[in-house]
């Protein structure tokens, strides 16, 4: 079982920057984070493999989201820089056994949350 616990999330103006971090008590091969605004459907954001450090990003996120792993602390990060009004919503982090796509059906295990706001 892999528990995960998300923090970080906050209200900022938008070109501002927030950093989310994923405190996890086990890993899958990859990790995730995902967004869900409101009255939409969760989306992939960007996932990293723990292993290789290999990422990959949405297209929305390239250029101003990073997302990283630190394995002695068990925890996957995700800086957002120049965030935008569209940003605004839940982000999630997901473990995954087995593929490490931007796709939420591939992730077993999903933390609680936390609610990014950024204003205009």
């Known amino acids: 079982q892999v528990q995960l616990v998300e923090s970080g999330g906050g209200s900022v103006q938008a070109g501002g920057s927030l950093r989310l971090s994923c405190a996890a008590s086990?890993?899958?091969?990859?990790m995730g984070w995902f967004r869900q605004a409101s009255g939409k459907e969760r989306e992939g954001v960007a996932r990293?493999?723990?292993?290789?450090?290999?990422?990959y990003y949405a297209d929305f996120a390239k250029g101003r989201f990073t997302i990283s792993r630190d394995r002695a602390k068990n925890t996957v990060y995700l800086q957002m820089d120049s965030l935008k009004p569209e940003d605004t919503g839940a982000y999630y982090c997901?473990?995954?056994?087995?593929?490490?796509?931007?796709?939420?059906?591939?992730?077993?295990?999903w933390g609680q949350g936390t609610q990014v706001t950024v204003s205009s």
């Open positions: 990293i493999y723990i292993g290789s450090g290999n990422t």
């Open positions: 997901a473990a995954s056994r087995g593929s490490c796509s931007l796709r939420s059906d591939d992730y077993n295990y």
């Open positions: 086990g890993y899958g091969s990859c």
